[in-house]
């Protein structure tokens, strides 16, 4: 891996039999973190991102078969990790979950325990990992709960997570986290479920944690106005594919895949878009047990070419400029977008 590399993913495959058949949700999926950078992947509900998170944490559901490919993280400390060749729920893997990888969800009860208090959960994580005593550990904590602008953290430490608002819990969650100063955050949806106000503050918060400690962040979502906000790459999923990578301007300015351009006018823009009905992306995500041949875009593609998109899957375009698009026509858009 070069040196900037944090996390590496090659060709991962995961699969979920069913009696229907076999469901390819994540199909081939190649990206990388570099340290210190927000990624954001973006792709309508059901293209393999929160699956696709869960095999580098080794979180796969019980029914997901890890079927191919490898994950590597080679944290601060200058350790390399095989993520891909460890055990699930080993010894091993929960040193890393703990050590080098944090993670937020939409809801932060899925990362809080309810009978347990703020402060007694973050405390115990930092007692495990960092090895601090008790009183330190506490210090510690209330620290955390400072850091992501919790008012009166040492009273919050005592606190149950039903005692606080959602934007509170979503706070609490992320100082957990980040308590044992990863080097990768993996963030789900995290502010799909709050107010704009609040996803705005949560948003800020988690752009000012990155920058005080440089840690990397790959953050999902379905929602374009938030990867402009955070993200300095992104990486666009459908169908359990990477369909482009680029860097946050080039996905916006630049997009090359006719996916990705869908997916951007369907964007309410501010001032132009009130009171007009807004361009939706055509025809449904195909059903995961009949995958298109071809492209599995092309039957909602405006561009696809019968005989070609329908019949040869596209490989991957690589751009001087680091951007990647899996569409036959990619060259074309890249020419349209530079005339
Ligand atoms: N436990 C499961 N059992 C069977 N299939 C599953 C399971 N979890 C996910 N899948 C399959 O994997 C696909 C990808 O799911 P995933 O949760 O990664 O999508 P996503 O892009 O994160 O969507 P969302 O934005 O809705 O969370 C799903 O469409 C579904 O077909």
Same mark, same amino acid.
């Given at each position: 891996?070069?040196?900037?590399? /944090? ?168 100082? /957990? ?28 918060? /988690? ?133």
């Amino acid at each position: 891996m070069p040196a900037e590399r /944090l996390l590496d993913l090659e060709d991962v495959h995961v699969h979920f039999p069913m009696r229907e058949g076999l469901v390819k949700a994540v199909n081939g999926v190649t990206y990388h973190v570099d340290k210190g950078e927000v990624l954001g992947i973006v792709g309508e509900s059901g293209s393999g991102k929160s699956i696709t998170a869960r095999a580098i944490m080794r979180l796969l559901p019980r029914n997901a078969q890890a079927a191919g490919g490898r994950i590597r993280l080679r944290p601060r400390t200058g350790e390399e990790f095989e993520l891909s060749a460890l055990e699930r729920n080993s010894r091993a893997v929960r040193q890393v979950r703990g050590n080098h990888i944090g993670m937020i969800f939409q809801e932060p009860m899925t990362a809080l325990s309810p009978v347990h208090t703020i402060g007694d959960q973050i405390c115990r994580t930092i007692q495990l990992h960092m090895g601090l005593d008790k009183r330190a550990a506490r210090a510690r904590a209330a620290d955390l709960l400072a850091r992501v602008r919790m008012p009166r953290p040492q009273q919050m430490l005592d606190n149950y997570p039903h005692q606080l608002s959602g934007g509170m819990r979503q706070r609490a969650m992320i100082a /957990l986290a980040i308590s044992c100063n990863p080097s990768l955050l993996i963030a789900d949806e995290p502010t799909t479920a709050l107010d704009v106000t609040t996803e705005a503050q949560i948003l800020d918060l /988690l752009r000012e944690l990155q920058a005080e400690s440089g840690m990397a962040i790959v953050f999902i979502t379905h929602n374009f106005g938030v990867v402009a906000d955070i993200a300095d790459r992104v990486a666009v999923m459908y169908l359990g594919r990477i369909v482009e990578t680029a860097s946050v301007d080039d996905i916006f300015y630049a997009p090359k895949h006719p996916y990705t351009r869908a997916l951007l006018n369907s964007i309410p823009r501010l001032g132009v878009d009130q009171g007009r009905r807004l361009p939706t992306i055509p025809g449904m995500v195909p059903d995961p047990f009949s995958v298109p041949a071809g492209c599995a875009f092309n039957p909602r593609c405006t561009h696809a070419v019968a005989g070609v998109c329908d019949v040869e899957t596209p490989p991957q375009r690589q751009f001087a400029n680091g951007q990647s698009a899996r569409c036959h026509f990619a060259d074309t858009f890249a020419e349209a977008a530079h005339a």
